[in-house]
């Protein structure tokens, strides 16, 4: 497993996001993932839509994945 694969799960497992992964061992990844399908949601309900995007791949192919994630809207206050 590699960041990039990650990433285009991700994107298309929700439309319109955008993410930005990294990891270099092929088992811990970091992610951070901005979408407008997390508006409303707690942390934890965000990150259950990006591990349904990657399927029985965590755990098993991807070890750990750290996330962040934001709405577009919380991802612009951070510049």
Do not use: S
């Not at 993932?33 to 991807?62: C, D, N, S």
Request: proline share 4%; hydrophobic share 40%.
């Amino acid at each position: 497993m590699n960041a990039e694969t990650i990433r285009t799960l991700i994107e298309q497992g929700l439309p319109g996001a955008q993410a930005q992964v990294r990891g270099d061992d092929g088992v811990h990844f970091e992610a951070t993932v901005v979408a407008e399908a997390f508006r409303g949601k707690l942390p934890l309900a965000r990150h259950r839509l990006v591990y349904a995007t990657l399927g029985e791949r965590m755990g098993g192919e991807i070890h750990a994945l750290a996330l962040k994630t934001m709405t577009p809207e919380e991802a612009g206050n951070r510049k």
